[in-house]
């Protein structure tokens, strides 16, 4: 199964290609730094950004969220007891004046085997 945006309505996809709209209103006015941030195709100033992507994933009995800024090469990482509240945790953070990104170097050095 695998999700896109169109516009503001959340398309899931079946692997067997059937598709369903879902209304993604709410997500959106109860997360809209996000939104922009994952939506936004263009910087202010006209030139061209890559979209940035999100995952939500569980690990080790905890939620984890990371949002990936692919134009920069930087991440948002948070850990939440369920998706919501790493969706509302990354919003917040985004609200902060200075999140705290990971750039691609800093989780290279961490022991990844990736160059």
Not at 1 to 24: H, T
Not at 42 to 70: H, T, W
Request: net charge neutral; hydrophobic share 45%; charged share 25%.
């Amino acid at each position: 199964m695998a999700m896109r945006v169109v516009r503001d309505a959340l398309v899931v996809v079946s692997a067997e290609g059937s598709s369903q709209a879902l209304n993604a209103t709410a997500w959106v006015q109860a997360h809209p730094l996000l939104w922009e941030y994952l939506s936004e195709d263009l910087y202010a100033d006209g030139a061209p950004r890559e979209r940035a992507m999100l995952c939500i994933f569980a690990d080790l009995g905890c939620v984890k969220g990371v949002l990936q800024d692919r134009d920069t090469g930087r991440s948002l990482w948070v850990t939440a007891a369920c998706p919501v509240t790493a969706m509302d945790l990354l919003e917040a953070a985004l609200g902060t004046p200075t999140p705290d990104w990971r750039s691609a170097k800093q989780r290279a050095g961490k022991g990844s085997a990736r160059k």
